[in-house]
């Protein structure tokens, strides 16, 4: 069973075109319906069910459910027999130059429970787009998504999320990462668009010479809620840590920007939090945290809250621009910062704002 027009339509509001790239997989409320791999990279790269996964490879026991706890709280417990989700596995020593798909839509349904497991085998590399999405018909949603990314020694993974939910679903996604020696695992994280409700912590574990790094873009508006919450464990000597975020609030919008990075090796990481409110019924809370462990680490945090400053205002009406172009053109500048492995349509989409 193929994607229908709307659903389609869906996938592209994400920035999800199932037939282009290296590898595409779509799932549509509780159903799988695209699962393909792009000829040119057959024995490169495996997509496909995790269920089907579970049956060809003796359930995944090196992978599944080891990095997270299934009782760790309502939500694992909910995908302890998971509708569905994506198993990717890139082969060792393997480049993807086109990037690998995933898209995930609520339509119809209620509920969705994911779990999804990617491996990148020693000295690999993968671009992955991923996005998320529901129609807006759906009234009180529920997303639960359960993801464990094992980064191989001297692979990288960069990871783009696009979440484009709509105004009343309850969307709770559980990521945890393991980076082995010299390996690199980059996340950009976009919601531009309301959401009811979303609270997520990944956590990220780093080995010698390896690096993580969280790049978040947030959107706050109308009475949504945004909890984000980074944690990177540096317990490998040279290991790096990184934590970008960027947040605008409008209307009753609410976002918490939560960071930690624990330095139990010689290590070095930053936490830079940074955010706009535009209207005095929005609420940010930015909750930077480094935890030094051993004398050899470098640890930072800077984090800052304000509003559009009057003086570039004035400046740009000056220009010939009305107050709410202005305030557009600020505030995309203000979002726009650097991040590797971004599609175009992206970076087209922050600007926009």
Same mark, same amino acid.
């Given at each position: 069973?193929? +994607?229908?027009?709307?659903?389609?339509?869906?996938?592209?509001?994400?920035?999800?075109?199932?037939?282009?790239?290296?590898?595409?997989?779509?799932?549509?409320?509780?159903?799988?319906?695209?699962?393909?791999?792009?000829?040119?990279? #057959?024995?490169?790269?495996?997509?496909?069910?995790?269920?089907? /996964?579970?049956? =060809?490879?003796?359930? +995944?026991?090196?992978?599944?459910?080891?990095?997270?706890?299934?009782? =760790?709280?309502?939500?694992?417990?909910?995908?302890?027999?998971?509708?569905?989700?994506?198993?990717?596995?890139?082969?060792?020593?393997? %480049?993807?130059?086109?990037?690998?798909?995933?898209?995930? $839509?609520?339509?119809?349904? #209620?509920?969705?429970? +994911?779990?999804?497991?990617?491996?990148?085998?020693?000295?690999?590399?993968?671009?992955?787009?991923?996005? %998320?999405?529901?129609?807006?018909?759906?009234?009180?949603?529920?997303?639960?998504?359960?993801?464990?990314?094992?980064? &191989?020694?001297?692979?990288?993974?960069?990871?783009?999320?696009?979440?484009?939910?709509?105004?009343?679903?309850?969307?709770?996604? $559980?990521?945890?990462?393991?980076?082995?020696?010299?390996?690199?695992?980059?996340?950009?994280?976009? %919601?531009?668009?309301?959401?009811?409700?979303?609270?997520?912590?990944?956590?990220?574990?780093?080995?010698?010479?390896?690096? /993580?790094?969280?790049?978040?873009?947030?959107?706050?508006?109308?009475?949504?809620? $945004?909890?984000?919450?980074?944690?990177?464990?540096?317990?490998?000597?040279?290991?790096? &840590?990184?934590?970008?975020?960027?947040?605008?609030?409008?209307?009753?919008?609410?976002?918490?920007?939560? &960071?930690?990075?624990?330095?139990?090796?010689?290590?070095?990481?930053?936490?830079?939090?940074? &955010?706009?409110? @535009?209207?005095?019924?929005?609420?940010? #809370?930015?909750?930077?945290?480094?935890?030094?462990?051993?004398?050899?680490?470098?640890?930072?945090?800077?984090?800052?809250?304000?509003?559009?400053?009057?003086?570039?205002?004035?400046? @740009?009406?000056?220009?010939? @621009?009305?107050?709410?172009?202005?305030?557009?053109?600020?505030?995309?500048?203000?979002?726009?910062?650097?991040?590797?492995?971004?599609?175009?349509?992206?970076?087209?989409?922050?600007?926009?704002?």
């Amino acid at each position: 069973m193929g +994607l229908t027009n709307e659903e389609h339509q869906l996938a592209q509001s994400c920035g999800i075109e199932p037939m282009r790239g290296s590898g595409s997989y779509v799932f549509v409320d509780n159903r799988k319906v695209v699962e393909r791999i792009n000829e040119k990279y #057959r024995g490169i790269v495996e997509i496909m069910d995790i269920n089907d /996964a579970l049956k =060809k490879y003796d359930g +995944l026991k090196e992978y599944y459910w080891k990095l997270v706890d299934p009782n =760790k709280n309502e939500f694992t417990k909910m995908a302890i027999k998971p509708d569905g989700g994506y198993f990717i596995r890139v082969f060792k020593n393997q %480049c993807l130059e086109l990037p690998l798909e995933s898209c995930i $839509i609520l339509h119809r349904g #209620r509920e969705q429970h +994911l779990h999804n497991i990617v491996i990148a085998e020693e000295g690999s590399s993968v671009t992955i787009m991923s996005g %998320c999405t529901a129609h807006n018909s759906l009234i009180d949603g529920l997303h639960v998504g359960v993801s464990e990314f094992f980064v &191989g020694k001297n692979a990288t993974v960069n990871f783009t999320m696009v979440h484009n939910w709509n105004e009343t679903t309850v969307v709770r996604p $559980i990521t945890a990462i393991k980076v082995e020696e010299g390996g690199t695992y980059i996340s950009n994280y976009l %919601c531009m668009k309301s959401a009811k409700d979303i609270k997520t912590a990944p956590h990220a574990n780093c080995s010698k010479n390896s690096k /993580a790094i969280f790049n978040t873009v947030l959107y706050g508006k109308k009475d949504s809620l $945004i909890d984000i919450g980074e944690e990177i464990e540096l317990n490998g000597d040279n290991s790096v &840590g990184e934590i970008n975020s960027r947040a605008i609030l409008e209307a009753d919008s609410k976002i918490i920007t939560r &960071g930690k990075i624990i330095g139990a090796s010689k290590s070095k990481g930053h936490i830079e939090c940074r &955010g706009i409110v @535009l209207s005095d019924e929005a609420e940010l #809370r930015s909750i930077p945290e480094i935890d030094a462990k051993n004398s050899g680490v470098d640890l930072s945090h800077e984090a800052a809250i304000g509003k559009i400053a009057e003086k570039e205002l004035l400046y @740009l009406m000056s220009r010939g @621009l009305d107050k709410d172009k202005a305030t557009s053109l600020i505030v995309s500048g203000f979002l726009n910062m650097p991040m590797p492995g971004v599609p175009e349509w992206v970076k087209v989409e922050i600007s926009g704002k």
